[in-house]
């Protein structure tokens, strides 16, 4: 049984910042891209960040691009979101999601609200 568990939403100020994790088990981790995804009320749900099965390639939003860090240890079967200068428009429930060889994300996690303040 596959499960994602993400870690490390919480308040935060503008500005700040979070380092979200998600715990992986009952996959092979180092054969899955990894995602995060987020959706704030009223508004659908997006893609933030995602890196490869080796790690070897990141690719960002726009809207985070140069404030959000994704990274991976395989051996530990995890993923980070590290987010600095967040901003009110962060706000959101994020998600973290798995894709097989960065085919279509089919197994996704509870996901853990963050919220910046103005």
């Known amino acids: 049984q596959v499960q994602l568990v993400e870690s490390g939403g919480g308040l935060v100020q503008a500005g700040g910042s979070l380092r979200l994790s998600c715990a992986a088990s009952g996959l092979t981790f180092s054969s899955y891209t990894m995602g995060w995804f987020r959706q704030a009320p009223g508004k659908e749900r997006e893609f933030v960040a995602a890196?490869?099965?080796?790690?070897?390639?990141?690719y960002y939003a726009d809207s985070v691009k140069g404030r959000f860090t994704i990274s991976r240890d395989n051996a530990k079967n995890t993923v980070h979101l590290q987010m600095n200068s967040l901003k009110p428009e962060d706000t959101a429930v994020y998600y973290c999601?798995?894709?097989?060889?960065?085919?279509?994300?089919?197994?996704w996690g509870q996901g853990t609200q963050v919220t910046v303040s103005s």
């Open positions: 890196i490869s099965w080796s790690g070897g390639n990141t």
């Open positions: 999601a798995a894709a097989w060889r960065g085919g279509v994300y089919n197994y």
